[in-house]
């Protein structure tokens, strides 16, 4: 099992900067966890924004994010990190952090976290 709590979101300018935070809580520490980063914007899916594997060695972006936000991980306070600069308006979203014991599937899902970009 495993439990997350984000924070950090809130309401910014275009351009500006926000970092969100993630506290996971693990049971099995057998597991090497992949963590992630999604977004749900009012009325569309659920999409990845990126994610990141154990080590902090291997990450993936979504192209709509590349060269913006930075997903970073430290494993001693088990927090992961989604540094998000040059935010646009279609930012604006709710932000899930996820776990999952492969790259492929997330098995657990934080509550999420609002952001809101003013034009």
């Known amino acids: 099992q495993v439990q997350l709590v984000e924070s950090g979101g809130g309401l910014v300018h275009a351009g500006g900067s926000l970092r969100l935070s993630c506290r996971f809580s693990?049971?099995?520490?057998?597991?090497?966890?992949?963590m992630g980063w999604f977004r749900q914007a009012p009325g569309q899916e659920r999409d990845v924004v990126g994610k990141?594997?154990?080590?902090?060695?291997?990450?993936y972006y979504a192209d709509s994010v590349k060269g913006r936000f930075t997903i970073s991980r430290d494993n001693a306070k088990n927090t992961v990190y989604l540094q998000m600069n040059s935010l646009r308006p279609e930012d604006t979203a709710v932000y899930y952090c996820?776990?999952?014991?492969?790259?492929?599937?997330?098995?657990?899902w934080g509550k999420g976290t609002l952001v809101t970009v003013s034009s």
């Open positions: 996820a776990a999952g014991d492969n790259w492929e599937y997330m098995n657990y």
């Open positions: 693990i049971q099995d520490f057998n597991v090497l966890y992949v």
């Open positions: 990141i594997n154990f080590s902090g060695g291997s990450t």
